[in-house]
């Protein structure tokens, strides 16, 4: 049994290096009454995810894995109840919303980022990359007590081959910082803008908005051009020139204008409901990512899942590639003290929905 896990870890971890993983984007939106909503994607188009949702009780113990897939690193105990969003295994949270408000995800950043080498000495101190949302989720309330907590483990990746992630984190107060780990050093960002995608560093990618100020919401104002006049085709105009292709850097950017010039909602769930709105348009077909006819996997989509958070509220939202309905857990409405572990598929059936109109 364990041998067959571990080539499942191995072949889940090095499938995570291939180029379509890497295709994550976040936003945050604040609701007129200040309530804070981060919104966010996640992609991979070689294969299906197996994505679940995992409800995880105050006092469940799990252990981290370990270089090689051995589940003997870390024990780690939730002092908190939480919900996440998993990847091919259960254990493998990739975002998720705590009972205290605590928000954490990772995006994937693959050729920046580098662990510390791994120490066998230190492998009960030692937290897998992936698993590190599901360590945060269970122990902490706020981003300082991460920040703190952080300095007591080891972060290692399951297999050498696989990209490296970064993180976003975020609380009830509103603040959001981006952890990174460049040369096995820890950095963490104070993400005020509330955009995050991938590769290049979260540092880059801020400066590099700086390359698209002549953008602004609208249309250009109609101009000569010597004998002739030059008008705008139509509205929209003074975003001409933002990147419109898959890549970070571009979806980092076209991210950071959609949101800013959003209009704010009235409530929370407007606002969650304008977070889906805003990430249609970074929904990536799956054929974009492969040479043509090369398509791996007849899954309907790249973007597997979208999902947004509203942490004041305890309520964590998503939809699918086979489902685009908004479902919602709501946490307060859960006993995690009660309450059993449990990881159930997002889609028990794999087939978007289609309702027939009945006309009179």
Same mark, same amino acid.
Not at 278 to 299: H, K
Not at 327 to 335: A, F, N, Y
């Given at each position: 049994?364990?041998?067959?896990?571990?080539?499942? +870890? @191995?072949?889940?971890? /090095?499938?995570?290096?291939?180029?379509?993983?890497?295709?994550?984007?976040?936003?945050?939106?604040?609701?007129? #009454?200040?309530?804070?909503?981060? %919104?966010?994607? @996640?992609?991979?188009?070689?294969?299906?995810? !197996?994505?679940?949702?995992?409800?995880?009780?105050?006092?469940?113990?799990?252990?981290?894995?370990?270089?090689?897939?051995?589940?003997?690193?870390?024990?780690?105990?939730?002092?908190?109840?939480?919900?996440?969003?998993?990847?091919?295994q259960k254990e493998f949270v990739a975002e998720g919303l705590n009972e205290a408000g605590?928000?954490?995800?990772?995006?994937?950043?693959?050729?920046?980022?580098?662990? =510390?080498?791994? &120490? =066998? /000495?230190?492998?009960?101190?030692?937290?897998?990359?992936?698993? *590190?949302?599901?360590?945060?989720?269970? &122990?902490?309330?706020?981003?300082?007590?991460?920040?703190?907590?952080?300095?007591?483990?080891?972060?290692?990746?399951?297999?050498?081959?696989?990209?490296?992630?970064?993180?976003?984190?975020? #609380?009830?107060?509103?603040?959001?910082?981006?952890?990174?780990?460049? =040369?096995?050093? *820890?950095?963490?960002?104070?993400n005020r803008l509330g955009v995050l995608t991938n590769s290049p560093g979260f540092e880059w990618q801020i400066t590099n908005l700086n390359n698209?100020? !002549?953008?602004?919401?609208?249309? %250009?104002?109609?101009?000569? *051009?010597?004998?002739?006049?030059?008008?705008?085709?139509?509205?929209?105009?003074?975003? +001409?020139?933002?990147?419109?292709?898959?890549?970070?850097?571009?979806?980092?950017?076209?991210?950071? $204008?959609?949101?800013?010039? /959003?209009?704010?909602?009235?409530?929370? +769930?407007?606002?969650? *409901?304008?977070? $889906?709105?805003? +990430?249609?348009?970074? #929904?990536?077909?799956?054929?974009?990512?492969?040479?043509?006819?090369?398509?791996? /996997?007849?899954?309907?989509?790249?973007?597997?899942?979208?999902? %947004?958070?509203?942490?004041? &509220?305890?309520?964590?939202?998503?939809?699918?590639?086979?489902?685009?309905?908004?479902?919602?857990?709501?946490?307060?409405? @859960? #006993?995690?003290? !009660? @309450?059993?572990?449990? %990881?159930?598929?997002?889609? =028990?059936?794999?087939?978007?929905?289609?309702?027939?109109?009945?006309? !009179?």
């Amino acid at each position: 049994m364990m041998k067959k896990l571990l080539i499942l +870890l @191995i072949v889940a971890a /090095a499938a995570f290096q291939h180029q379509t993983i890497e295709a994550c984007t976040g936003i945050t939106l604040t609701a007129k #009454d200040g309530t804070p909503i981060l %919104a966010r994607t @996640i992609e991979w188009g070689g294969s299906e995810l !197996n994505s679940q949702y995992v409800v995880v009780p105050r006092g469940y113990k799990q252990y981290s894995y370990l270089p090689g897939g051995r589940l003997s690193g870390k024990e780690f105990i939730a002092h908190y109840g939480y919900i996440g969003f998993a990847v091919e295994q259960k254990e493998f949270v990739a975002e998720g919303l705590n009972e205290a408000g605590l928000s954490a995800g990772l995006f994937y950043f693959p050729g920046y980022g580098k662990y =510390e080498d791994y &120490n =066998e /000495a230190q492998s009960a101190s030692t937290v897998a990359d992936l698993q *590190l949302v599901s360590w945060m989720l269970g &122990n902490f309330a706020t981003i300082d007590e991460v920040k703190e907590g952080i300095k007591a483990i080891h972060v290692a990746g399951v297999d050498p081959r696989a990209s490296t992630v970064h993180w976003r984190i975020a #609380d009830v107060s509103g603040r959001q910082v981006v952890l990174e780990i460049v =040369e096995g050093k *820890l950095h963490f960002y104070e993400n005020r803008l509330g955009v995050l995608t991938n590769s290049p560093g979260f540092e880059w990618q801020i400066t590099n908005l700086n390359n698209y100020v !002549n953008l602004f919401p609208g249309a %250009a104002e109609s101009k000569p *051009l010597g004998d002739i006049q030059l008008a705008p085709f139509g509205s929209g105009s003074g975003f +001409l020139g933002i990147p419109g292709d898959v890549t970070p850097p571009s979806r980092f950017v076209r991210a950071a $204008f959609y949101q800013s010039t /959003a209009p704010k909602q009235d409530t929370a +769930l407007g606002t969650v *409901l304008q977070g $889906f709105q805003i +990430l249609n348009n970074f #929904d990536i077909p799956v054929g974009i990512e492969f040479p043509l006819g090369q398509v791996p /996997a007849p899954i309907p989509s790249a973007t597997q899942w979208t999902s %947004a958070t509203d942490m004041t &509220n305890r309520i964590i939202y998503y939809r699918t590639m086979y489902n685009s309905a908004i479902r919602s857990i709501d946490l307060r409405g @859960i #006993d995690f003290v !009660n @309450i059993k572990y449990s %990881a159930v598929p997002l889609d =028990e059936t794999k087939q978007q929905p289609v309702v027939s109109v009945k006309v !009179n």
